[in-house]
């Protein structure tokens, strides 16, 4: 069992920077991470994920303004947002999946997930 806590959230100005993170409870060198986010009235989507081999993917709308990364020794999963527009404005989640070579893009398949931190961009 792994409990995921993510923390970093908060309110930005359009144009802002913001780092999530979220620590787990156990190693997670053997998983795939991913964050999600999900807006008010909006279904949950995937925005980036890394493999145990630290590949990374990312969707078309977080390219080149996000970066995911992690610290195995720290248990650790980040998420640098730069470039932030009110349409970034959501509740992230992170997520990890048995599997370190298989990323799911739906968050319904990961088998351990956070409570979410809160991210406000104001325009």
């Known amino acids: 069992q792994v409990q995921l806590v993510e923390s970093g959230g908060g309110s930005v100005q359009a144009g802002g920077s913001l780092r999530l993170s979220c620590a787990a409870s156990g190693y997670i060198g053997t998983y795939c991470m991913g964050w999600f986010r999900q807006a008010l009235g909006k279904e949950r989507e995937v925005v980036a994920r890394?493999?145990?081999?630290?590949?990374?993917t990312y969707e078309d709308f977080v390219k080149g303004r996000f970066t995911i990364s992690k610290d195995n020794t720290k248990n650790s999963l980040y998420l640098q947002m730069n470039s932030l527009k009110p349409e970034d404005t959501a509740m992230y989640y992170c997520?990890?999946?048995?599997?370190?070579?298989?990323?799911?893009?739906?968050?319904?398949?990961?088998?351990?997930r956070g409570q979410g931190t809160q991210v406000t961009v104001a325009s």
């Open positions: 997520a990890a999946h048995g599997s370190g070579w298989y990323c799911p893009r739906a968050i319904n398949e990961y088998t351990y």
């Open positions: 890394i493999y145990s081999s630290r590949i990374t």
